[in-house]
């Protein structure tokens, strides 16, 4: 059983496409989350929404728009990619937004803009 | 600005070795510290969740610690294992940050047989 699922797994595209990276948690969490992994392996958070309701915007380029159609998906939409926007991009869910719980994360999508 | 630091970046021991992971931390105003593992091409795994009024928390051959005072999370592995080879990642959550996680750079383990 998957807990945390990510859609693809790699991406490969090239410069001024737009694609999406889908996510899906099965763990009736309300709060689902974004990173990004850059080469360096460092992780940021981009967004976060809690109950389909955006609470967390980071300092995101507006080319990449976060959708959430229930509580149980978490969708990534980036327009018009560049090449800077090759990373690892992880989804996470947790019960809620109270500090104190842990988040779960999904096994990441690979991006390689071309 | 709230940091999260890992240092070393890599560390290499033989097998069987007891090792320790140190994360350092900005902020006093920590709520918890969550260490994960994550293996090549792989997510992350959550190892252990330490609370703030917690000082260390145990799994198997696995103990946390954190100091807020000092700023401070040490991640203790013991009697290594190969197996454990892996990057180990700290992350830290604040106060009024809306549970969002703030990352260290990690720790690229490598044990060797």
């Known amino acids: 059983d998957t807990a945390v699922s990510q859609t693809p797994k790699y991406l490969v595209t090239q410069m001024g496409n737009d694609k999406s990276i889908k996510c899906e948690q099965n763990l009736g969490h309300d709060t689902m989350y974004w990173y990004k992994q850059d080469s360096k392996k460092f992780l940021k958070i981009m967004f976060s929404?809690?109950?389909?309701?955006?609470?967390i915007n980071e300092t995101v380029p507006n080319r990449f728009s976060p959708k959430s159609p229930d509580k149980a998906h978490l969708n990534l939409h980036i327009n018009s990619l560049e090449l800077g926007d090759s990373a690892v991009y992880f989804c996470?869910?947790?019960?809620?937004?109270?500090?104190?719980?842990?988040?779960?994360f999904g096994p990441g999508t690979r991006l390689t803009v071309t | 600005k709230q940091e999260v630091t890992q240092i070393p970046a890599a560390l290499s021991v033989p097998e069987g070795e007891n090792l320790v992971l140190n994360c350092s931390f900005t902020d006093s105003a920590i709520y918890n510290l969550q260490w994960f593992r994550q293996d090549p091409g792989k997510g992350l795994t959550s190892l252990l969740l330490i609370q703030s009024s917690q000082r260390e928390q145990t799994s198997g051959r696995l103990n946390a610690s954190l100091d807020k005072s000092s700023g401070r999370s040490t991640l203790y592995i013991a009697a290594s294992q190969p197996g454990d080879s892996a990057t180990y990642l700290c992350a830290a959550r604040f106060y009024n940050q809306g549970g969002k996680l703030i990352f260290g750079q990690g720790t690229e383990l490598s044990v060797k047989p």
């Open positions: 929404y809690n109950n389909k309701e955006l609470i």
């Open positions: 996470a869910s947790s019960l809620g937004t109270r500090s104190a719980l842990e988040q779960y």
